[in-house]
Structures are given as C-alpha cells and as structure tokens.
C-alpha cells in the first residue's frame, strides 16, 4: 500500500524558511517522480515542485528561486525547502506520486505567512 506523510509545516513571518518532508513507503521510490502541489480554500490544487528520478527539477514560475526540492533515496523522502517565503504562498501543501494509472496524495500541510 503506497503512502505519502508530509510533515514541516507551520507559521513563519514574511521572509521566513520552513523545510517540508514527504516519506514515502509502499513504491520502490527511487524510480518516481514526486510532487509537490499546494491548495488555498476554494481554489484547485496547483503544481510548485517536481523531483525526478534521474535527479532533474522542475517549479511553477511563482517559486523558481526561492523554493528547492530534493530528495534522499535511502530515506524514501522527498523535501520542499522553501525561503523568502510570502503571504501568498500560504496554503495546504501535498506531495503527490502517480503509480501505473492510480495518483497518491498525503495528508497535506499547513503552511502560513504571515506577521
């Protein structure tokens, strides 16, 4: 059974750092591309991060530069470094893995800008 735990969230001022972590457990992780997408109340879920499993990433515009992904094989675990963060990018954050034709999410956190 594939499973995704995010955890890393929290509130932080304007400018501010947090590092969110997805374990995975379920999937031979290192051959998956994973996600991360974030949701506001009444909008849909958008893509922020992709790490690939040749090492490669990709970030909507709004975060290029100032969010990193990465991830760590051994672990199962995908992270979201995020600095300079701004009240706009508060939301809930999700890692995603797609298997086959079925999509996996977590739980999700919390994450808030603001002072």
């Known amino acids: 059974q594939v499973q995704l735990v995010e955890s890393g969230g929290g509130l932080v001022q304007p400018g501010g750092s947090l590092r969110l972590s997805c374990a995975a457990s379920g999937i031979i992780f290192r051959i998956y591309p994973i996600s991360w997408y974030r949701q506001t109340p009444g909008k849909q879920r958008d893509l922020v991060a992709t790490?690939?499993?040749?090492?490669?990433?990709d970030y909507t515009d709004s975060v290029k530069g100032r969010f990193t992904i990465s991830r760590d094989n051994a672990k199962n675990t995908v992270y979201l470094q995020m600095d300079s963060l701004k009240p706009e990018d508060t939301a809930v954050y999700y890692c995603?893995?797609?298997?086959?034709?079925?999509?996996?999410w977590g739980q999700g956190t919390w994450v808030t800008v603001s002072s």
């Open positions: 790490s690939f499993s040749g090492g490669t990433t």
């Open positions: 995603n893995v797609r298997v086959g034709s079925r999509t996996y």
